[in-house]
């Protein structure tokens, strides 16, 4: 009996051994998944801090872009003032500063901790100058029309055709712009016809940037109290002129817009290949013109 009782004793202490072990190796294997669920969610939530501060900041960059191209509400859908759509990327650099400035919170602290603000401003400035002088080196501003009679340049003007502008998608037809001049500077109307007939109507102002060339004019259609603010306006260039100032060659200088105008709703073929021909010597690419529909 004795004997029995010792080897019961011993089985059950090696089952008190196994099951503490087993404890043991549970107890590791659940610390174990946790540490690596902990480690894998730290992951997936810096990944999509990332994710989120990149995000931000390429958005935010984006929608300067657009800003750009697309133009801002309001603003004109006809001739000159197309042009005051395409802000010019000389006003970017600023602009953008503020914005990846403003964005650097929102990066994850790892990167905080490697990027600081004013390293991201220096490359937010960076990155567009840079841009900036290889376009400037492979590509000199186009000439402007050459002794530019400014007053007898005003008048109302018909937009015959024109590179593809997302801001001018909502005019149908009769896109026209009149410039008139006063104490100010030059006052702008642009008008166009929508696909419901309705009138599209928005006034300006355009003013010279170059005292020895009136054709490098700038244009702008915010409200007259921002108008203080330079990002507000764009360039507008009068690129050619025919002798009898019927029939224009605007454009800006980064050659992203472009807009053949005539007095009249109507331009006689020879004139409108006269001013491609010369949209194609200034270094424009005159195969994206589309025409604009005109119902005189």
């Not at 133009?71 to 759509?85: E, F, H």
Request: charged residues 25%; proline residues 6%; positive net charge.
């Amino acid at each position: 009996m004795n004997a029995a009782s010792a080897d019961a004793g011993v089985l059950d202490l090696d089952d008190q051994i196994d099951a503490a072990e087993l404890a043991v190796i549970n107890r590791d294997r659940r610390v174990r998944d946790r540490t690596q669920g902990a480690v894998q969610r730290v992951k997936d939530h810096a990944g999509r801090s990332v994710a989120i501060g990149v995000g931000a900041v390429v958005g935010l960059y984006l929608l300067l872009r657009g800003s750009k191209r697309g133009g801002r509400p309001g603003l004109a859908r006809a001739g000159l003032g197309a042009a005051a759509l395409a802000s010019t990327t000389r006003r970017r650099p600023i602009m953008l500063t503020r914005l990846m400035t403003m964005a650097w919170p929102l990066l994850p602290g790892s990167l905080r901790q490697r990027i600081s603000p004013q390293m991201l401003s220096l490359v937010s400035i960076g990155l567009p100058l840079l841009a900036g002088l290889k376009a400037t080196a492979s590509a000199p501003d186009p000439s402007t029309a050459i002794n530019l009679d400014l007053p007898r340049y005003t008048g109302r003007w018909f937009e015959i055709a024109r590179m593809p502008l997302r801001s001018e998608a909502k005019c149908d037809s009769d896109v026209s712009a009149t410039y008139l001049l006063n104490n100010d500077g030059i006052a702008v109307l642009n008008q166009c016809l929508r696909e419901d007939g309705s009138a599209a109507v928005v006034q300006g102002e355009a003013r010279m940037t170059d005292p020895d060339d009136p054709a490098k004019l700038e244009v702008s259609f915010a409200p007259e109290w921002m108008r203080f603010l330079p990002f507000v306006w764009a360039d507008y260039w009068i690129l050619y002129v025919d002798a009898d100032y019927e029939s224009a060659l605007v454009g800006t200088p980064d050659r992203k817009h472009l807009w053949l105008l005539s007095r009249t709703p109507f331009l006689a073929g020879d004139r409108y290949q006269r001013l491609v021909d010369h949209a194609r010597l200034k270094g424009y690419d005159s195969d994206r013109l589309m025409l604009t529909p005109q119902q005189g």
